[in-house]
């Protein structure tokens, strides 16, 4: 009987899966094609930027702390203790600032739109909107879309220099590496393309966000228990798609030996 339910469950998921891939279609399409809702997208917005921002800032004030913390010591042991700062700064722009940003927004944001857009699935508010001549893709998954796509960069940046600074302030507290040697390092090591790819990731990110987040709400039923189990599943695909597509980015944009960049 488990088995079975195992397997009834999985073979949902992938359901889901394929609705959130034709609706990612159907987004590109209507974004080609249709109207943007310019007031929805603005509080859209809102939802993801500013109101994201406090605990998106602690978070990557931490990450920058611990990761100095975790390869200064080292460094400083064989004599590199000037290149802390130029690691950080790679290691933020490439991986961690654009996969803290996405983590914090998916379990924030994420959730959000799943529980919205699922709540109005379940009381039949999506089917008024049919009624009223509206198209819920138009209306509530693209302006989520774009507010994702457009602030979960600024969020990156604002992380990436953020965690910076909390590296920075801890490796001159505790290891004598001075601010300005600490930045001195990043600005020799780091790359422009290493900023673009961060730029890269955390618009493919926030796509995904919103996406699963409102295709997982767009396909719920079963009243307050599946509005629980679709947010839920929509945290778990939309953090399973980010770490899957940042392997994809990443070798892409870094297998090369020779340069920055590999295109």
Not at 29 to 51: C, D, F, I, W, Y
Not at 131 to 140: A, E, G, H, R, V
Not at 189 to 211: M, N, P, Q, T, Y
Request: charged share 10%.
């Amino acid at each position: 009987m488990s088995t079975e339910l195992g397997n009834s469950s999985l073979g949902r998921w992938w359901r889901r899966l394929v609705a959130a891939v034709f609706l990612g279609g159907q987004v590109l399409v209507h974004l080609l094609t249709g109207k943007v809702h310019v007031r929805n997208t603005s509080e859209q917005m809102a939802v993801v930027g500013p109101e994201s921002l406090p605990i998106n800032l602690l978070t990557a004030l931490t990450v920058g702390m611990v990761f100095t913390i975790g390869v200064a010591r080292e460094f400083i042991a064989f004599g590199a203790g000037t290149a802390v700062g130029g690691v950080l700064a790679i290691a933020l722009s490439r991986e961690l600032a654009p996969l803290v940003t996405a983590i914090v927004v998916t379990g924030r944001i994420g959730s959000a739109f799943a529980a919205e857009i699922g709540t109005m699935q379940v009381t039949e508010q999506i089917d008024a909107l049919y009624m009223l001549k509206t198209d819920p893709i138009d209306y509530l998954v693209i302006p989520r879309v774009i507010a994702c796509c457009l602030m979960l960069p600024l969020l990156t940046v604002l992380s990436f220099v953020t965690g910076m600074a909390g590296g920075a302030i801890l490796a001159e507290s505790l290891y004598n590496i001075s601010t300005q040697v600490f930045l001195d390092s990043a600005q020799n090591l780091l790359r422009e393309w290493d900023l673009i790819s961060a730029l890269i990731k955390s618009v493919v990110f926030g796509a995904l966000i919103a996406i699963i987040g409102c295709s997982w709400g767009l396909t719920t039923t079963g009243g307050a228990k599946g509005v629980g189990q679709s947010t839920t599943a929509a945290v778990v695909t939309a953090l399973l798609a980010i770490f899957v597509s940042n392997f994809f980015m990443s070798w892409l944009m870094f297998r090369s030996i020779d340069t920055g960049a590999s295109f």
